[in-house]
């Protein structure tokens, strides 16, 4: 009776680990849309039809209600592919990532104080 509920625990984990991941890398999407839309270059009407695809594309067979984010999907695909490179890779990818967070908000802190 233990492993049966060990599994279901397990599983419970994982897809609300799945769930988690795929909430995130929308709302990541959608903030890198929104940067791209604040360049200059994309201010014109034309060219944010052209990077609005990425967070909205419409799913046609299931109806005009449904649509599919490309750019989350592809940010689970490079966060998956770090993971699976191994734990040492991960490590420094990890930490290369802490610095990068570290120094931006140093650069926010020290600009801020001058």
């Known amino acids: 009776f233990g492993e049966l ?17 795929a909430v995130v890398a929308r709302s990541w999407s959608e903030y ?5 839309g604040g360049m ?18 419409p799913i046609t ?13 592809v940010i689970i695909t490079i966060c998956t592919l770090i993971l699976v490179t191994g734990i040492k890779e991960s490590t ?4 290369m990532m802490t610095l990068l967070n570290l120094s931006i908000l140093a650069f926010v802190l020290l ?3 001058g």
């Open 32 to 36: 890198v849309v929104g940067f791209l």
């Open 92 to 95: 420094r990818f990890n930490i």
């Open 5 to 21: 509920c060990g599994w279901l625990v397990g599983w419970n984990l994982t897809l609300g680990y799945a769930i988690s991941a």
């Open 61 to 73: 067979f299931l109806g005009p209600d449904y649509t599919c984010c490309p750019l989350s999907i």
């Open 111 to 113: 600009s801020g104080l």
């Open 40 to 57: 200059p270059v994309f201010q014109s009407e034309n060219a944010y039809v052209y990077i609005s695809w990425l967070t909205k594309m």
